[in-house]
Structure formats: C-alpha cells, structure tokens
T-cell receptor, first 115, second 115 residues
C-alpha cells in the first residue's frame, strides 16, 4: 500500500522557469509533510515542510502547497537553477504511536534543470 | 557539528554471503533509523531505535536481517545470507527526541550490490 505517491518519475525544466513537483497521499492520519532533496551518492537532506493547519509554506525560492481535501501537495521552485537538479522526495512522518517520527516516502521525482 | 557517518560507502558481495553496515549518528541523537532504498523507489524504514531499544522493526526481514544499537550510540545492520533483491542503498538517519517532530538527518548511505 503506497501511502505517499509521486506519479511523475522525472521532470525537465529550463533554468529560470518554474518547477512543480507533485505528491499525493492516502492516509488521512498524516498531518505533517516534508520535502527532501537528494543528490547522487549523498543522503536525503531536508528542504521544506508544511503542517496540515496551513495551506502554504514559503522559504526563499521554494514554496509548498497543501490541499487537504484532495490529499495533494506540491513543491514549487521559482526560479529553477541548474543546482536544483536532484531527486526530490515527498515524505510524511508518523506522529502517533511507538513509531513516532518514522518517515513514509514517495517514490521520488528526478528534476533536471537545463541551463 | 558532525553529520551521520556510515561505512562502508560501497559493498559488492555474492548472494548467500554476509555483510554488515555501520552507522554513527549525530552526537546526542537518541533516535536512530535504518532505511532501505531500492533503485527507483523511496526509502523504506527497516528498523527504528530509541536509545538502544527497538521501537519498530515491522518491516525488517528478520530471517536474514538483524540490527543492534549497543550503548545507544553506534548501530550495525547485518544481512545473512544476502539475496539478489537486497541490492539497494542502506541509509542511516538520526534525530533528537522530544514531544514534537524533529528533523531526521541522513548519512550518505551504503550502496550494496549483490551478484
């Protein structure tokens, strides 16, 4: 059961344009979401998060939008830069029970930003 | 602040052989996670430790995988015997523990190839 899904395996954009990465979830118990960025041969690094009490969180060029009714979130990168080329994972932590903090990840989206 | 350390970075073994991975979390982090990331998929939790106790190992194939965290600091993950489908990147992560969600910091991972 894939509780967090990223249906686009890859995305290619031109430098300076907007990148939009999408994520869907099925578990209504999730109320906090994170985006991680991963370069080759490195571990994932935290990028931005959003709580279910908000519908938008912004940090510089990165904005995450949450639509709870649709169980959908998206990450917007504006403007995109070549250094943003990486794999992006959507994730949701378990905030209840003994597995507190356990992350459920989507499959990832490979973003390529062309100069 | 030193990050999460993992070794080895790469390992190639033949099926039915044994292998062990080591992780040193960030100093003071009580919670330690081992994730398995198969190519094209997101990381999946194998086991979660709180200090030196296991809080979630529901996804750990216990017939071949084992993990320990002696003294609540370093951790080792062992596979014996390895199968072809164990080829993956094994990620270790750690976080502080409190009543609210704390960011997980990931190590660079160990890439295992089983031939």
């Amino acid at each position: 059961d894939q509780q967090v899904k990223q249906n686009s395996p890859s995305l290619s954009v031109q430098e300076g344009r907007i990148s939009i990465l999408n994520c869907d979830y099925t578990n209504s118990m999730f109320d906090y979401f994170l985006w991680y960025k991963k370069y080759p041969a490195e571990g994932p690094t935290f990028l931005i998060s959003i709580s279910s009490i908000k519908d938008k969180n912004e940090d510089g060029r990165f904005t995450v939008f949450l639509n709870k009714s649709a169980k959908h979130l998206s990450l917007h990168i504006v403007p995109s830069q070549p250094g943003d080329s990486a794999v992006y994972f959507c994730a949701a932590p378990s905030l209840r029970g003994t597995s507190y903090g356990k992350l459920t990840f989507g499959q990832g989206t490979i973003l390529t930003v062309h100069p | 602040e030193a990050g999460v350390a993992q070794s080895p970075r790469y390992k190639i073994i033949e099926k039915r052989q044994s292998v062990a991975f080591w992780c040193n979390p960030i100093s003071g982090h009580a919670t330690l996670y081992w994730y398995q990331q198969i190519l094209g998929q997101g990381p999946k939790l194998l086991i979660q430790f709180q200090n030196n106790g296991v809080v979630d190992d529901s996804q750990l194939p216990k017939d071949r995988f084992s993990a320990e965290r002696l003294k609540g600091v370093d951790s080792t993950l062992k596979i014996q015997p390895a199968k072809l489908e164990d080829s993956a990147v094994y990620l270790c992560a750690s976080s502080q523990t409190s009543g609210t969600y704390n960011e997980q910091f990931f190590g660079p991972g160990t890439r295992l190839t089983v031939l």
